[in-house]
């Protein structure tokens, strides 16, 4: 403990009792050093010597001088406080810091609704009003998926509809084509079976009537220009041409 | 009647009020002066520096802001402004610097006041230590005259010197002890 007063410097042993600052360890280390130390003795000898002259000092005659030329207030004024070092910005700020702290404390509620602002204390609603508000909102909501979904489900109404009708038209087309198809197609069958038929019964008659000249050639003479249908040299269009 | 603070009378005299501020110097005007006539050591030289002084004093009134004592912020002043009345007065003399040996007249202006009932053998013992002191003061550095000045004679704390001349406590306690150093070798000359 003795050390760490002996350590301290003679300038701050000094500067401890002109400030009459040293405590009794410290005044111990200061007697112990003005008794040991010759040359630190005689500075406070010469200290305390300077501190007497200076308590017991007077006052120097004051001369006359012009007070009056110091105030010059019109100078002053060009160099008066800018803005930012208005005396009331720090309590306007003071201001603004109460009435943030009331804010938060008081859980101010400012609420926006249909264009209109409504301020309010506390955010805790009653259960009540929080339901009625959460049903009305569901309400709300509900009604406007509603109106959504009767527009999207008549908008594929109608394109059902105009799909359907478009369907239809086709179908009646395609059935009108194709029945005429099959209409000309069957008369196509018809004459060809009836040309068939005809030319069946012209070759039967052909051979009835070849048959039949047979038979009166048999009967009434020979004919040589008449050629018979089963020989090569049949002409069937001979047969038509009859 | 209830005298008024310095801060109100600071705030009158910033409204422009005339009387506050001549009764702030009348306060004040005879410290500024001693300290100008143990900084300077000419009554010419103290007048003008006093002078500046307050003129700088009153063009800075509004920077005070009240947080300390008045007086130390006067003296902070003084001690700026003297410090450039000394490197104009002086200009190849550094701060640091011990200055060359000048005729001081300081007696002419001493004794003024104060003689009343006091002994007047004590007061002339008294005026010539005062005087031997100050001539004396007058071999020091500026930078160490001014800790002698405010330490003895303004009776400021190391901290409060500190603040005012812009620089750490352990530099003022440095700059005293080596101005005693220095005041003990003058004086013993002297003496001798």
Redesign the interface.
Known sequence: MSDQYESISNEDLMALWLDNQLNDKQRAAFEQRCLNDDDFAELVQSANQTSVIADTAKDFELPTWDKENSFNFEKYKKVSQPWWQWQGLPLSSVVCSFVAIFMVLTDLNIESRDGRFSIGFGSQLPQETINKLVEQKLNDKLLEQQKTNQVLFAQYLQTLQNQQTENSTQLTQYLLTSSRQERREDFAELIKYVNDQRRDDQLFYANQLKDFQQELSFQVGQRPNYTSPNSGDFDSTQLNDE | MFSRSDQQLVEK?LT?N?KA??EL?SRY??SI??YA?RMTSQ?HD??DL??EI??S???S??SFRGEGSFKAWLFRIAHFRSMDFYRRKKPNVSLDDSPELIDSRIDE??????VGSVNIESQLI??Q??KA?LNTMQQLPFNQKVV?EL???GQF??DEIAQQLGVS??TV??R??AA??K??TI?EVEHV
């Open positions: 005299a422009g005339k501020w001549l110097i005007e005879q002066f001693n006539m009554s103290a007048k006093m002078q307050f003129i004093v009153f063009n009134l509004h202006c001493m004794g003024g006041s104060g008294g005026q230590s005062q002191l002698i330490k003895f004679f704390t190391f406590t352990n306690k440095s005293l002890y005693l150093g005041l003990k004086l």
